[in-house]
């Protein structure tokens, strides 16, 4: 099975993938990360912001925007796999476990299924940190075919 994992990788054309191949991005999750996902977003939840609030939460302590861990998964489809000139057609997520600031959050993207007609291609998607599943869900992607505007 190929695994991208560099910071780098070329851009796939439909033709190239396989069932089976995978990539991944990883980073981890700072204070200034959330900051700005809540001014970005405009969500300022304090269950994101605020300590003294957050720790009367099941949570016990601030956690990280949900989506703001889900974007690693968006980070791959639009730079490693398939890259550039692909589009977003769907996405599902289930949060599974908060992310807290200091996390290494490794996202993961696999094609699971190939739709010749359409050019698109399906793809299971996990965050996870360390040993622990945080998101999980299912992506379509229209992926360009060679020969296509931007293939």
């Known amino acids: 099975?190929?695994?991208?994992?560099?910071?780098?990788?070329?851009?796939?054309?439909?033709?190239?993938?396989?069932?089976?191949?995978?990539?991944?991005?990883?980073?981890v999750i700072t204070e200034a990360d959330i900051v700005n996902f809540a001014d970005i977003s405009g969500d300022t939840n304090p269950l994101h912001l605020d300590d003294t609030y957050a720790e009367t939460t099941m949570f016990k302590g601030r956690i990280a925007h949900g989506?703001?861990?889900?974007?690693?998964?968006?980070?791959?489809?639009?730079?490693?796999?398939?890259?550039?000139?692909?589009?977003?057609?769907?996405?599902?997520l289930n949060f599974r476990a908060p992310v807290r600031i200091g996390d290494k959050v490794v996202a993961r993207v696999e094609v699971k299924e190939l739709i010749e007609p359409k050019g698109r291609a399906v793809f299971a998607c996990t965050c996870k940190v360390g040993e622990t599943t945080v998101i999980e869900g299912e992506a379509v992607i229209l992926v360009p075919k060679r020969g296509s505007p931007h293939g």
């Open 1 to 27: 099975m190929n695994v991208i994992d560099t910071d780098v990788a070329p851009s796939y054309h439909f033709e190239d993938l396989e069932v089976g191949m995978a990539a991944s991005h990883a980073k």
């Open 67 to 92: 989506m703001l861990s889900a974007g690693l998964i968006s980070a791959i489809f639009g730079t490693k796999m398939p890259g550039p000139g692909c589009v977003y057609v769907s996405q599902t």
